[in-house]
């Protein structure tokens, strides 16, 4: 089953805040595992959140060999919800579900200097065309697990135990987080929701280099050849 047909639910974000994370438990806790960085809280040092960056630069990427620009409603509500929060989507394309079309697509996203986190929408179910998440794992050099499990957990409670066939995920590629998320309308806005909460404190991280500073991603190819 294909990530279009896994999340036809009816409320596709922000119904279930009362489940947050307390009954994790991770608010108890100071474990730099969480990505906190607490490593940095030692007296006399700054905030861990210093390096978050307010105003993102994104590239999305609709994957699908149906759609079109003109009519990628999810693409719209990632939009839509990036730039209510005053980020700015700098690149934006669609190409079809194609192995070394989606991977080249992403690559040359993450090099641009005016991209600071990835989007991709589409791609991530289960039949023999979705081949996204294989397209962009290995330009991962860190995954991100929690973001695929919090995303699977905020979808169960709107479509059970379909839930297994979503394969959302996302890592760091050359210092920038990319995100993959399916491409319906109400699965895209949730991706849309946890992405916003926590892109620019996972951006602010990843830039920085082993010293602490922000390093440079990638070539800087500017071009808007593939702007919509």
């Keep these: 089953m294909s990530d279009e047909h896994t999340h036809q639910h009816e409320n596709g974000e922000g119904d279930h805040d009362d489940h947050g994370h307390d009954d994790h438990g991770h608010d108890d806790h100071g474990h730099d595992d969480h990505g906190h960085d607490d490593h940095d809280h030692q007296p006399g040092t700054h905030d861990h959140h210093s390096h978050d960056q307010e105003h993102l630069g994104v590239g999305l990427l609709t994957v699908s060999s149906s759609r079109s ?32 079309k989606v991977q080249g697509t992403v690559q040359r996203f993450v ?67 990319v995100f993959a998320i399916p491409g319906s309308e109400n699965a895209a806005a949730l991706g849309a929701e946890l992405i916003v909460a926590s892109a620019g404190h996972l951006a602010g991280l990843a830039s920085r280099d082993g010293d602490g500073h922000e390093h440079d991603h990638g070539d800087g190819d500017d071009g808007d050849d593939h702007n919509h």
């Excluded at 690149?91 to 194609?98: K, S």
């Design 69 to 100: 620009i003109d009519d990628d409603d999810g693409g719209d509500r990632i939009v839509d919800a990036l730039e209510s929060a005053g980020h700015a989507v700098t690149v934006r394309d669609l190409v079809p579900d194609d192995y070394d």
């Design 111 to 177: 090099d641009r200097d005016d991209v600071d986190i990835v989007i991709t929408t589409g791609g991530t179910g289960v039949t023999r065309d979705d081949v996204t998440v294989e397209a962009v794992e290995p330009l991962f050099a860190k995954a991100l697990p929690g973001f695929g499990e919090l995303f699977r957990r905020r979808s169960y409670e709107e479509i059970g135990t379909m839930v297994v066939a979503t394969r959302a995920t996302a890592g760091v590629a050359d210092g920038v987080p």
